[in-house]
């Protein structure tokens, strides 16, 4: 037994070694898998933020072309309006009328 002694020293050490780095190694890759998944975490709460801020920005836009271009609808209705009255007014012979009465009486007054 004496013979095999030293042997039996050095796998028993052999095996508290081996055992004693795997346990380490399974704690150390458990942490590493922890500060992963936080920092996961961090860039897809990141990528959220990112996005409703792109959203928001997105949606001003849009609000800023819809009031543009409501103010320029409405700018239209209201040349439309008025050409159209005028265009109406202009059928009436009475307009016609007092229209070429006012240039004639604007033409005397400028001589």
Known sequence: M????PY???????IIAGRTSYVTARKQARIDLQKLER??????????????????KMEIEHRHQMELLEKKLENEMGTNI?????????????????????MRNNTKKKH
């Open 2 to 5: 004496e013979k095999y002694l």
């Open 82 to 102: 008025v050409n159209t009255v005028f265009s109406e007014a202009m059928k009436m012979p009475e307009v016609r009328q007092q229209l070429s009465q006012g």
């Open 8 to 14: 039996i020293v050095s796998i028993v050490s052999a």
């Open 39 to 56: 920092q996961h975490d961090l860039e897809i709460e990141k990528e959220r933020e990112h996005f409703q801020m792109e959203k928001e």
